[in-house]
C-alpha cells in the first residue's frame, strides 16, 4: 500500500458498502485512514451476519453505524450521527450494488420486475437519497466531494450484467443530475467506472470470470484491483480535484478505449484454427 501524504487531514466522511477484505469500499476505507481522514462506516444490517467491518473499524478507528440506503430513516439517522460526531461531513464514498435477478439467473428479457425494482433502489436510486439526507440534514457540508462506483455496463452491453447494467446507467444519470445542483455549494460528485473486480459482488455475477479475463487481456495496463482504486477514489476526495464533477472517470487500465488487443487476436485465431 502507497505511503500516506495527509491528502485527507482534517477531512470526514461516511463510506458505505465495505462488506470484508475484497470490498472495495474496504480498500477504500484504508486509503482514506491512510491519508488522515475519519469516517462512519455503513452497511445494510443484513450485513451484520456475512462480513467482519468490526475488524475494519478497529483498524481505521471507524464508527459502525447501520444503515439501509433505501430507507430514508435510517439515512437520516445517519446522518444525523455524522453530523453529531464531525460537526460535518467532507466527503461520501457510495459503493453499493445488488442485481437481485442477475443472482437468480433470470435473464435480462424475463426479469422479474419487482426484484428489477428493488436492484435500481439498491444500486442507484440509493445514491439520490444518500445525497438528499445528507442535505436534508445539514451534515453536508459546502466543498464536500462524493464519489460513486460505477462499471462499463452503464454505457456498453456485457449481456450477463444484465440489469446491472440499467442500474449503473441510472447511477451515473443521478451523478451528472444532481451535480448540477450540488454545484451551487462548491460540492462536486463523480463516478469511477471500475474495472472487473474480484469482490464479493462480482462473483455473484454468471461468467464474471470471464468477463474479468477478457477485459485482463484487452485493457493496456490489464485490470485495475481495488488497491488503486482506492488511491484513486482518495484523490477524488481531495482538494487536488476541487474543479471535477458530474463526471464518469475510467478506472480501468485503458479498457474503455480499446477495440481489440493483438493478445485477444492470437487468441481467437488460435479459436478459430481449431
Known amino acids: 500500500m502507497a505511503k500516506g501524504n495527509g491528502l485527507l487531514e482534517g477531512k470526514t466522511g461516511v463510506i458505505f458498502g465495505a462488506l470484508n477484505d475484497s470490498s472495495i469500499a474496504w480498500k477504500i476505507a484504508e486509503a482514506v485512514h491512510r491519508e488522515g481522514g475519519r469516517f462512519i462506516l455503513s452497511n445494510a444490517p443484513v450485513a451484520k451476519r456475512l462480513g467482519g467491518l468490526d475488524e475494519l473499524a478497529e483498524k481505521t478507528d471507524a464508527k459502525i453505524v447501520w444503515a439501509d440506503a433505501t430507507n430514508d430513516d435510517d439515512l437520516a439517522s445517519l446522518f444525523n450521527e455524522a453530523k453529531e460526531a464531525y460537526g460535518g461531513v467532507d466527503f461520501i464514498v457510495h459503493s453499493i450494488g445488488m442485481g437481485l435477478n442477475v443472482r437468480k439467473n433470470r435473464p435480462y428479457e424475463n426479469l422479474k420486475y419487482e426484484w428489477y425494482h428493488k436492484t435500481l433502489d439498491i444500486s442507484a436510486i440509493s445514491l439520490h437519497r444518500t445525497v438528499h439526507a445528507a442535505e436534508e440534514t445539514g451534515a453536508l457540508n459546502d466543498g464536500a466531494s462524493i464519489v460513486a462506483l460505477s462499471y462499463i455496463g452503464a454505457q456498453r452491453v456485457f449481456s450477463k450484467y444484465s440489469e446491472m447494467g ?31 473486480t474480484k469482490t464479493t459482488a462480482g462473483s455473484g455475477i454468471s461468467g464474471f470470470n470471464a468477463m474479468f479475463e477478457f477485459a485482463e487481456r484487452l485493457a493496456p ?14 484523490s477524488l476526495l481531495s482538494d487536488l480535484t476541487r474543479m471535477v464533477t458530474m463526471q464518469t472517470l475510467f478506472h480501468d487500465g485503458g479498457f474503455s478505449n480499446m477495440g481489440i488487443s493483438d493478445l485477444l487476436v492470437e487468441n481467437l485465431s488460435e479459436v478459430l484454427e481449431d
Not at 441510472?170 to 460528485?189: A, D, F, M, N, T
Not at 495496463?221 to 482518495?234: I, K
Open 221 to 234: 495496463l490489464g485490470n485495475a484491483d481495488s488497491e488503486s482504486c482506492a488511491d484513486y477514489t482518495v
Open 166 to 196: 440499467d442500474a449503473k446507467a441510472l447511477l451515473e444519470s443521478i451523478v451528472r443530475s444532481y451535480g448540477y445542483r450540488l454545484g451551487k455549494r462548491g460540492i462536486r460528485i463523480n463516478a469511477v467506472s471500475q474495472s472487473p
